[in-house]
């Protein structure tokens, strides 16, 4: 409708205006900020040249595209164009009422389109009022009333003032998964970022309605599902539901349709590429042939091609992946050849008002004069999304200034990275109460923040950490940390520890799928003791100052780190002092390895070991440096009460491993949407005790096996295990019911 009146009042004019003519003069009337010359530059008005109702449409067209004018008239007669104009008002302040926090005004003032000092027009008045509505409604604030007028001022001048009611915000009552989803309400709910409102949510933002978050969700459950083989998974629609007195119903309605398995897998060269250079890329396709589709393993893949497309110097490669269904199986070509020889002329970044330019730059793999390459653009990109300090991450490449030049513009959406969490849980085995403070995009330089502290019935951990996660730009993350630790023992076994560290480490890729964390730490310790402690813990008391090296090397064959389904990880660590009161060595090894059987079915095996020794002959290896089987290695019997005592108390051993066995069962009970089942057989065995021999008669296999299950509750989840100890010693202490319940705030 705006178009047609203003087309008509364009052909009105028009009327008044006879066949083309020279404009040898021109008159402009009804201006009074604008001056004439500036008018005859924003209409492209030559002298001199010929005129005709096209050519003035077009100087019509300019003029009210500059905003700065309610009404133009053209006349032109006797090689006179008269030009009559009416001036919009100019704005001269911008007011927001009924919001104090700065943040929310400095959202508002960037989204709005009319500015201070600019001129007035109604429809971009229109547009800022629901641009404002929409903005707070994307945050949560679905009942915001925006109210809105006009001040006016003299010398055709305006204020603007909004008044803006927030309302309560729009908290989620409860979570819904409708359709052919498959897999229960439980497993779809630790895939997405909302939550439900519970009363003791005080502190979490994903109670609230946001739809940039409900956009994640939807992306997250379509990456579930299509790393699991539904190719053609749809999450149809997302219904949002206001429930009178209690809030909103968030829906989520799938379809999951047929799971998939690969059946050919090829790769097609174009005559610049030889076929020898893609061998190992061949048979990582061969290998994937009839089992289920999967993103994760294309995508490894097609990391594999940019790689090789970097280390042979092939600057112009493409790929192209074609995906093709018949019946249950899906048939995957990727097309390799070259493209057109541009290269990039200019980078520029956009929408970074935090973040500094050189943080986003830093994870850039093209830079200026580099070969234009749309696969290293685009793992650029997905660097950029993986840092999760923007909400959104988008590209568009140009023209540049000769054909042959590219440039490539980022433009980035930024979002909050601050978040703080208070846990608390309890079980068969104590209360623990946790809190945690993050930044992940400190003072926008990419720093990230983490804050700790952890307590127990007897234990108190606290730790601070630093890390930069492209140091010096090369693309490994480098970590300092400070920790504390207190155990306080005293009452019941006569000792206390206290253990303060400073850390520094690093984390990166060395080759394929072969991972290095190297770590060197600084130590305070003291170790008290009391009457009720025995003589050989009273042995050990005193302060010590250690420094150790660490390092692990890991192998991750693993399809994805979350929600695993196959493939394996072997890691080895190992802790070497350089200076110690009391030295000794620590080694390591853990494997696991996953299946995926029939229905759905992931059964998982997991091997755990460590084994510490002192390097010196005149001391053994400290009480807090013993080791233990974590609790979550071996059910069926209490948190570290197996393997050697003295006094009554656990002291763990010189020696510690044990074996998994867990199949789980994700379909099993489908009624019950809220609760995941598994079953599981474990064995385990702590031993040796080098400062008394004596004390190391219960050197033997621990076994239990039974069923395990976490129910998403109203207050948390709930995880319990029923076991049944298949073998143990006098000394170890059972446990046939294992629970804990844990929730955050």
Same mark, same amino acid.
């Given at each position: ?172 009552? +409860? /979570?819904?998964? %409708?359709? =052919? !989803? @498959?897999? #229960?309400? *439980? ?109 994760? +393993? /294309?995508?490894? %893949?097609? =990391? !594999? @091609?940019? #790689?090789? *497309? ?436």
């Amino acid at each position: 409708m705006k178009k047609f009146i203003f087309y008509f009042i364009i052909v009105f004019t028009l009327t008044t205006i006879s066949n083309a003519e020279i404009v040898k003069k021109i008159n402009v009337t009804g201006n009074d900020r604008i001056a004439d010359e500036t008018i005859i530059v924003f209409g492209a008005i030559i002298k001199n040249e010929n005129y005709d109702a096209k050519k003035l449409n077009d100087v019509l067209k300019n003029l009210y595209q500059t905003d700065f004018f309610s009404d133009v008239k053209l006349n032109l007669k006797n090689n006179v164009l008269n030009i009559i104009v009416s001036e919009n008002p100019i704005i001269q302040n911008i007011v927001f009422n009924g919001i104090k926090a700065k943040k929310f005004k400095d959202v508002i003032y960037e989204i709005i389109v009319l500015k201070e000092k600019t001129s007035f027009t109604t429809s971009k008045f229109n547009q800022d009022i629901n641009n404002i509505k929409n903005a707070f409604r994307n945050s949560g604030y679905y009942f915001v009333e925006v109210e809105a007028y006009k001040k006016v001022l003299a010398n055709n001048s305006m204020d603007l003032i909004y008044e803006i009611d927030l309302g309560e915000k729009a908290k989620i009552a +409860k /979570i819904e998964f %409708i359709g =052919d !989803k @498959i897999y #229960k309400d *439980s497993k779809l709910g630790n895939i997405i970022l909302s939550e439900e409102t519970r009363p003791w949510k005080f502190i979490s933002r994903r109670k609230f309605l946001d739809e940039r978050r409900i956009s994640s969700d939807q992306r997250l459950l379509e990456v579930f599902y299509k790393n699991n083989g539904y190719y053609d998974v749809k999450i149809n629609t997302t219904n949002v539901n206001y429930l009178e007195n209690e809030g909103f119903v968030l829906t989520f309605n799938i379809s999951a349709g047929t799971r998939y398995k690969f059946s050919d897998l090829s790769i097609n060269l174009s005559d610049d590429y030889t076929k020898d250079d893609f061998l190992e890329i061949e048979k990582k396709l061969s290998k994937l042939k009839n089992k289920y589709y999967s993103l994760n +393993k /294309i995508k490894k %893949i097609l =990391d !594999k @091609i940019n #790689k090789l *497309s970097e280390i042979k110097d092939y600057q112009f490669l493409t790929s192209e992946l074609v995906e093709t269904t018949d019946g249950d199986k899906i048939s995957i070509d990727i097309n390799i050849g070259q493209s057109e020889k541009y290269f990039v002329e200019r980078v520029n970044i956009v929408g970074n008002s935090i973040t500094n330019d050189n943080v986003i730059r830093g994870e850039l793999l093209v830079d200026e004069g580099d070969a234009y390459n749309s696969l290293i653009l685009n793992r650029s990109l997905n660097n950029l999304r993986s840092r999760n300090i923007f909400a959104s991450v988008k590209e568009t490449t140009k023209q540049g200034s000769t054909p042959d030049l590219k440039v490539i513009e980022i433009e980035i959406e930024e979002k909050a990275t601050g978040e703080i969490a208070i846990g608390a849980g309890v079980g068969t085995s104590g209360g623990t109460l946790g809190f945690n403070l993050s930044e992940n995009n400190f003072m926008g330089k990419g720093i990230v923040l983490d804050t700790d502290l952890n307590i127990t019935t007897n234990k108190i951990t606290g730790r601070f950490s630093i890390q930069n996660p492209n140091y010096n730009y090369s693309g490994n993350a480098v970590t300092t940390s400070i920790e504390s630790t207190s155990v306080d023992r005293s009452a019941e076994f006569g000792y206390q520890t206290d253990k303060t560290g400073i850390f520094l480490s690093t984390f990166f890729e060395q080759y394929e799928d072969i991972y290095l964390s190297p770590e060197i730490s600084v130590n305070y310790e003291s170790l008290q003791t009391d009457d009720k402690a025995s003589s050989a813990m009273k042995k050990q008391a005193g302060t010590f100052f250690d420094s150790y090296l660490s390092y692990s090397i890991v192998r991750d064959k693993r399809d994805q780190k979350f929600n695993t389904t196959e493939g394996n990880r072997l890691m080895f660590t190992q802790t070497v002092p350089v200076y110690s009161s009391s030295p000794n060595i620590v080694n390591g090894l853990d494997y696991s390895t996953y299946y995926s059987l029939k229905d759905s079915i992931i059964a998982s095996i997991k091997f755990y070991s460590r084994a510490i020794n002192s390097l010196s002959a005149s001391d053994d290896v400290r009480l807090s440096k013993r080791l233990h089987i974590p609790e979550r290695r071996l059910r069926g019997f209490e948190r570290g009460k197996i393997g050697p005592t003295d006094s009554g108390d656990y002291i763990g051993g010189n020696y510690a491993s044990a074996l998994s066995f867990n199949t789980a069962f994700p379909k099993l009970f489908s009624g019950l949407q809220n609760a995941d089942f598994s079953l599981f057989l474990d064995a385990g065995n702590v031993w040796g005790v080098d400062y008394d021999k004596k004390l190391d008669g219960a050197n033997k296999i621990r076994s239990a096996f039974g069923l395990s299950a976490t129910w998403h509750t109203v207050m948390g989840p709930l995880s319990f295990s029923l076991s049944q100890d298949l073998s143990k010693t006098s000394t170890d202490v059972p446990e046939s019911f294992r629970f804990n319940l844990g929730t955050t705030f």
